[in-house]
């Protein structure tokens, strides 16, 4: 093995040292690089992707009511009742049944929707129902056609009598309003749980709604039973006319 002079070692290490150095220097160097470079790349490609996203965005669509125009006046908001499709109950039933009574009456009762027989004659309350409404009606002193307005919450006949749906109750249900707006009556006897539930946003059980004074839209509004309810459950009749006394002394008051 070859001797090697102090001096000549001590310049063989701090060559390596040097060595060794400079090796670290470039790897940090190329590290550095490729950093930087992977940054710019990210940033790029951010920037590119943020251009295609922006140029890709679609144009800002201008929103429109797309809700028809209710009618102003009575005859306009019939025909609409009339020609009206938004739902499946016009196909299947003969006609829609809009509202039967005086158009400038205090007295407006709001029923569920009607019946078989109701569609045959498109007119609301007239089976066995629409009697027992008339009895009601002329035990405080009121007759159909007089100081009464009748409608209800939907204006074509549900399939084999069923309970409309929601999707149904929101289509239709512009229609009441506007006849209300239309009427502006003193008072609103609303009559079942589908006329409450609609005309008050309330689903609570219509016994707890009953005896108070609600208000739709600044219109004095009372809850009783429907009277299709009253023929199946007879007993009820009592509370029922509880309803009517309380509706003719807000009326009188």
């Not at 409404?133 to 100081?147: P, Y």
């Not at 209800?152 to 009598?161: E, Q, R, Y």
């Not at 709604?209 to 007879?234: C, E, F, K, M, N």
Request: with cysteine; aromatic share 4%; proline share 7%.
């Amino acid at each position: 093995m070859p001797v090697v002079e102090p001096e000549a070692e001590v310049a063989l290490v701090e060559s390596r040292e040097e060595a060794s150095e400079e090796v670290a220097n470039v790897a940090t160097l190329a590290t550095e690089t490729v950093m930087e470079a992977a940054v710019v790349e990210v940033g790029d490609s951010a920037a590119e992707s943020s251009e295609v996203a922006l140029s890709d965005a679609p144009e800002p669509v201008e929103q429109k009511d797309e809700s028809p125009m209710l009618g102003v006046d009575w005859p306009s908001l019939k025909q609409q009742v009339h020609d009206c499709t938004a739902c499946s109950l016009r196909a299947g039933c003969k006609q829609t049944v809009f509202g039967v009574g005086d158009e400038q009456a205090e007295w407006m009762f709001v029923g569920e929707g009607p019946g078989a027989e109701e569609d045959e004659l498109g007119e609301p309350f007239v089976g066995p129902a629409g009697k027992l409404l008339d009895n009601m009606l002329a035990a405080i002193k009121l007759k159909r056609g007089e100081n009464v307005y009748i409608a209800n919450v939907i204006k074509c006949c549900p399939s084999a009598n069923q309970k409309p749906h929601v999707g149904e109750i929101a289509s239709c249900l512009p229609y009441l309003q506007q006849q209300i707006t239309l009427l502006k009556p003193k008072l609103i006897v609303a009559l079942g749980k589908t006329a409450v539930t609609a005309l008050l946003g309330n689903d609570a059980p219509l016994g707890s709604l009953r005896g108070t004074l609600h208000d739709y839209h600044g219109t004095p509004l009372i809850v009783t039973y429907h009277p299709a309810y009253l023929l199946r459950s007879p007993s009820e009749k009592a509370k029922a006319w509880q309803d009517l006394c309380f509706a003719v002394r807000q009326m009188s008051s």
